[in-house]
């Protein structure tokens, strides 16, 4: 692929592969920009202001784009009298993320096609508002530029082009955006996988790395970060894997440390080999190669070192963007997406990018998780390594830092994977709940601008009592320890990386909710008339009656023993779509299912338990909102040194 004299490659246009099939409307819509027409629903009638995000498509084409015409990577057949589009989630151009971030104000489009037709070129703004901006007709080998400003971008829009065919077919060969080289020599990334037990899913990435060699020529160094049982390396075909990417390629192989204890070894290990970024990647992910590719030119081009995120697909509906980005929200400390129409996800094979306004606002974010996010050593050496945090919020937690410092987080469109969403998991409950309740009042410690954290103490306590009365008493045992630790300042963090899970692992044969079965009969079958969904008819108390709610649920369950019928065999069965508080309570004993479906546990009701530990939690919060100002002052003092380079390095070493 040649690249005119003067220009870069920023990004290419890009097809899915044979096994992608159900991707196909990420990277092309059949129909043109121009088909496309919007009505206003009844709201919008009513309410003139939020008209832009209540458009209704009407008319839409029912085609499809033929996946037999796909001829590679890089290019497709457009048959006689159809049109496709490339305004679509991957092909299309995110010019006003360009505009705000980089230094570029003007991209240029090559469109090298052979066959008869017509290329359009059209853009969008911040409300998504189509317009046509060049094109011309195509004969014969031909290759096509288009120079396009991005200066009117300034809050949102994209470029991209549609192709139609006229006599015979038109094939688009390869197409590119290009820009101006970047201001900085070829800098390179090391390209680190943090890996645990999921050997397949890693090994698979490795795969996909070496099978798109353009990705690897950035790399400076492969690294797999091991911290499982069951070794990557041991796999079938990892020789053969490591043999085609060659002495790039390191595996470490060390205690497990969590999630911020691999990502921490990555950022260190690129520190020390001189890349100049670190690509942190989660092992149960599938990649889109493209994207690394796509963020580093990004990341080039940025007018101050900006840590670079990708957006996150969701791995069992392929075409359902679920995540574009985090934000915080500071009065409760809790994670958010960036807009308010993400809060229910997208889905690009119901309504695709050109169709869906709101996806042309530029969003701004405070951090991008660590499935994909490309961070720049520089600021390491800056602000240093992830807080020993295990898992949950190291990620957050190192993007507040970093905006501290005067370094963003952008999360850029066109450069995704494919995750497992917090949909198809439960880490809320178990023993990832300790981790959830420590960290958040660690990262809130930090970096709330509320006094007293904003409403994070009282959250905490009210998702005790939650938890308590759906009878998860594994749950706030974890939750009681993480506090317990967390009160006894920062200096337990690095010292426990390695020995925490064990020590909570230790204590589920004391909790019935704790202990799995793969198969529901291994539990007594409930009383005649109990289905699966239980009570699952109850509905939330509303708001005004939450207390009240509150107060006569918990005194019921202190003060009533549960029957004894209901120790001896479960009262019903509830699904984990069903397993809400508010619903579980309701139950001396039930069988629910995990988030996965692949087992079930027995929960039943405890006075004793939930007498102790509602006990617990108050005098637990009241001591945090009186020590609040005192033990974020300690947290915030000890910063530096927690995750400075020396303190990670002695940990690294300590456990092998």
């Not at 409307?25 to 709201?43: K, M, V």
């Not at 943090?194 to 400076?220: G, I, Q, S, Y």
């Not at 053969?240 to 950022?267: C, T, W």
């Not at 178990?430 to 006094?451: D, K, M």
Request: glycine share 8%; with cysteine.
């Amino acid at each position: 692929m040649s690249v005119s004299p003067g220009w870069a490659t920023l990004q290419r246009v890009i097809f899915p592969p044979e096994s992608g099939v159900d991707t196909m409307s990420l990277y092309a819509d059949p129909g043109p920009a121009t088909g496309i027409r919007f009505r206003e629903s009844d709201e919008s009638a009513r309410n003139p202001k939020r008209a832009e995000d209540k458009l209704q498509l009407v008319g839409s084409s029912q085609r499809e784009v033929h996946f037999d015409d796909l001829l590679s990577r890089f290019s497709i057949r457009v048959r006689s009298g159809e049109q496709i589009s490339l305004g679509t989630y991957f092909n299309a151009f995110p010019a006003s993320y360009w505009r705000r971030w980089t230094h570029l104000r003007e991209v240029r489009l090559v469109v090298e096609t052979s066959g008869h037709g017509s290329i359009t070129v059209y853009k969008s703004n911040a409300r998504g508002t189509i317009q046509r901006v060049d094109g011309t007709r195509v004969d014969g080998e031909s290759r096509t530029e288009f120079n396009l400003s991005i200066k009117p971008f300034g809050d949102g829009g994209w470029y991209w082009f549609d192709l139609a065919s006229s006599r015979g077919d038109l094939i688009l060969g390869e197409a590119r955006w290009e820009g101006a080289p970047a201001e900085r020599p070829l800098e390179t990334a090391t390209i680190q996988i943090t890996t645990m037990n999921k050997p397949d899913f890693c090994l698979a990435n490795v795969r996909a790395l070496a099978e798109h060699p353009e990705a690897l020529e950035v790399a400076r160094e492969v690294l797999i970060v091991d911290q499982g049982t069951v070794k990557v390396a041991d796999q079938p075909g990892f020789a053969e894997v490591a043999a085609s990417i060659g002495p790039k390629l390191r595996v470490i192989d060390q205690a497990n440390l969590g999630g911020s204890g691999g990502f921490a070894r990555g950022m260190y290990e690129a520190v020390e080999n001189g890349s100049d970024y670190v690509l942190l990647l989660d092992d149960d992910v599938v990649m889109e190669p493209e994207s690394i590719l796509r963020m580093m030119a990004f990341s080039g081009r940025c007018r101050k070192p900006t840590i670079v995120g990708g957006h996150m697909f969701d791995l069992y509906s392929r075409s359902t963007l679920y995540s574009m980005g985090e934000t915080i929200d500071s009065r409760r400390f809790s994670p958010s997406q960036p807009h308010q129409d993400m809060q229910m996800r997208h889905d690009f094979s119901v309504s695709n990018l050109r169709q869906t306004p709101w996806l042309h606002r530029r969003v701004d974010v405070d951090y991008n998780g660590w499935w994909m996010c490309l961070i720049p050593t520089s600021v390491i050496r800056d602000i240093g390594l992830p807080l020993p945090l295990f898992i949950k919020w190291d990620d957050s937690e190192y993007g507040l830092r970093a905006r501290a410092a005067g370094y963003r987080t952008v999360s850029l469109p066109g450069a995704a994977l494919w995750h497992i969403s917090w949909i198809d998991k439960d880490d809320l409950v178990g023993w990832q709940a300790y981790f959830h309740n420590r960290n958040r009042l660690i990262t809130a410690l930090l970096h709330s601008p509320q006094p007293k954290g904003g409403s994070v103490l009282r959250e905490s306590f009210q998702e005790d009592v939650k938890h308590l009365v759906s009878l998860q008493y594994f749950t706030v045992q974890n939750r009681l320890t993480a506090r317990s630790d967390l009160l006894t300042g920062p200096s337990h963090l690095h010292p426990s990386l390695a020995t925490k899970l064990d020590s909570i692992n230790k204590l589920r044969d004391s909790f019935p909710d704790a202990q799995l079965r793969e198969d529901i009969d291994d539990f007594p079958a409930p009383s005649l008339g109990a289905g699966l969904s239980g009570r699952g008819e109850s509905q939330m108390p509303a708001k005004k009656d939450m207390i009240k709610w509150g107060l006569t649920t918990v005194a019921r369950q202190l003060l009533k023993q549960p029957s004894a019928d209901s120790l001896e065999r479960p009262q019903g069965y509830l699904a984990h779509v069903d397993n809400r508080w508010f619903r579980t309570a309701q139950f001396d004993s039930v069988v629910v299912s995990n988030a996965e479906g692949t087992a079930a546990s027995w929960y039943k009701r405890d006075p004793k338990k939930l007498k102790a530990m509602l006990g617990q939690s108050a005098v637990q919060h009241a001591a945090l909102y009186k020590n609040w100002d005192a033990l974020a002052a300690d947290y915030r003092a000890a910063l530096a040194d927690l995750v400075s380079m020396e303190a990670w390095r002695k940990t690294f070493h300590g456990n092998g």
